[in-house]
């Protein structure tokens, strides 16, 4: 069965990635780039920040009106208050955009230090948030997510029929070095790329829908607080005002929202409630949230209740970002980085070696299908088209490697022909 399947396995791992080694080179320089960030920022913006370390402090609700005094045309959507000793406040206003206007404060005396744009859950910085798009979409918007789709639809692939040629060629033949040391790196980083394809499909555009639709059909979808008013961010309404944020904490903190950093969330409505959610992505991971109304904790949801599915959801994205683990974290996405920035290069190597005039070999010749049992084809064919409806990218991009495939031989054949 093996020997049956190699040659076509073989052409197709070569071929595709060729095809698609530019994008997951792309990806991964630049996923590697953002996880090195945090400590950038950190220095980058450490005006607004850090503060001087102080054992005394003015009340959220002062910091809150200080923030307000710069930005008063403005609605406030959320507090993130300082969660440790030297860090500041953060106080975030409302904004067309994803990225949101954020006012820092230093807790210990009210003063703002500075404002930002700030983004996500986690609260990331321009530096970080302009780093992001280039990973997501090259700077090009919804078109430019197409790249980092394609490269996530093919990689787990590419490392799947990798390992197979691995084992099959030990089994049968003595290997080249740059093909050794090709295999062999593979197989240190499958893990890794198995990962990192599997949660870039969760942000993607098409087969991120799917995702989410499959999730939603088998119930392992996030749990939320109610629904209707609950949701969203609304401002500063009728209901709602900075001296309320005290007590909206501290019954929080009675409740068990234990974490250092938390975000306060004004009601969205008139009749909606506060939210206060944990935001603290770290291990063990902290992302209770509880909805608060009237001094009374009348929602609640807690990460411990989480089906299986959401917390290995939430797992990984948080080390896909390189937030699970600190900086062990940001170092292991470094390592896998440069191991698939390494596979790709010794890949176009091969490539290379092996063109028409290299010294390898020309490549596997076509019709390599030929040589698989027809029952194994056609199961094997099923499944292609399975993965391609849930994955659209991957399933496009390989009906149009097919096709023109079967141009290019379709003509050299004709160029073959005796006149």
Do not use: C
């Not at 959220?60 to 008063?72: E, G, K, N």
């Not at 953060?90 to 230093?106: I, W, Y």
């Amino acid at each position: 069965m093996t020997e049956s399947w190699r040659g076509l396995v073989l052409r197709f791992h070569f071929y595709a990635g060729v095809l698609v080694g530019p994008f997951v080179l792309i990806a991964t320089l630049t996923g590697v780039l953002y996880a090195a960030t945090p400590q950038l920022e950190s220095w980058l913006y450490s005006d607004q920040l850090r503060v001087p370390v102080s054992t005394s402090s003015v009340p959220l609700a002062d910091q809150v009106r200080a923030a307000v005094a710069t930005r008063p045309d403005d609605d406030v959507v959320a507090v993130r208050p300082a969660p440790e000793p030297g860090a500041t406040t953060r106080v975030l206003f409302a904004d067309d955009g994803e990225a949101r206007p954020t006012v820092f404060v230093n807790p210990a005396d009210g003063t703002v230090v500075g404002d930002l744009m700030t983004y996500g859950t986690t609260g990331v910085l321009p530096l970080r948030t302009t780093i992001d798009e280039i990973h997501r979409n090259l700077l090009l918007g919804e078109p430019g997510r197409l790249y980092s789709e394609l490269a996530a639809s093919w990689l787990w692939v590419v490392a799947l029929g990798g390992v197979f040629l691995w084992f099959s060629r030990r089994r049968t033949q003595r290997t080249k070095p740059t093909t050794r040391r090709h295999a062999l790196l593979g197989l240190w980083v499958l893990v890794g790329a198995l990962v990192l394809s599997a949660t870039g499909l969760t942000w993607s555009t098409y087969a991120g829908e799917n995702v989410a639709d499959l999730r939603k059909t088998l119930g392992w979808t996030t749990p939320s607080l109610g629904a209707g008013d609950h949701a969203g961010h609304g401002g500063m309404t009728s209901s709602a005002s900075p001296s309320d944020v005290d007590a909206v904490l501290a019954t929080a903190r009675a409740a068990g929202i234990d974490a250092g950093g938390v975000e306060i969330s004004l009601p969205a409505s008139a009749h909606a409630p506060w939210t206060v959610t944990e935001i603290e992505r770290g291990w063990p991971s902290q992302v209770d949230a509880v909805a608060v109304s009237g001094g009374t904790v009348v929602d609640q949801v807690r990460f411990a209740d989480y089906p299986l599915a959401a917390k290995l959801s939430r797992w990984g994205i948080d080390a896909h970002m390189g937030v699970l683990f600190g900086w062990p974290n940001q170092v292991l996405l470094l390592a896998f980085g440069l191991g698939l920035v390494a596979l790709v290069v010794l890949g176009y190597r091969m490539w290379w070696l092996r063109r028409p005039t290299g010294g390898f070999g020309r490549p596997v010749p076509r019709g390599q299908w030929r040589k698989a049992p027809r029952g194994q084809l056609v199961v094997v064919l099923l499944l292609a088209a399975g993965v391609g409806w849930f994955v659209p990218l991957f399933g496009l991009s390989l009906v149009a490697f097919l096709l023109v495939d079967a141009l290019l031989s379709r003509r050299r054949a004709k160029v073959a022909e005796p006149v």
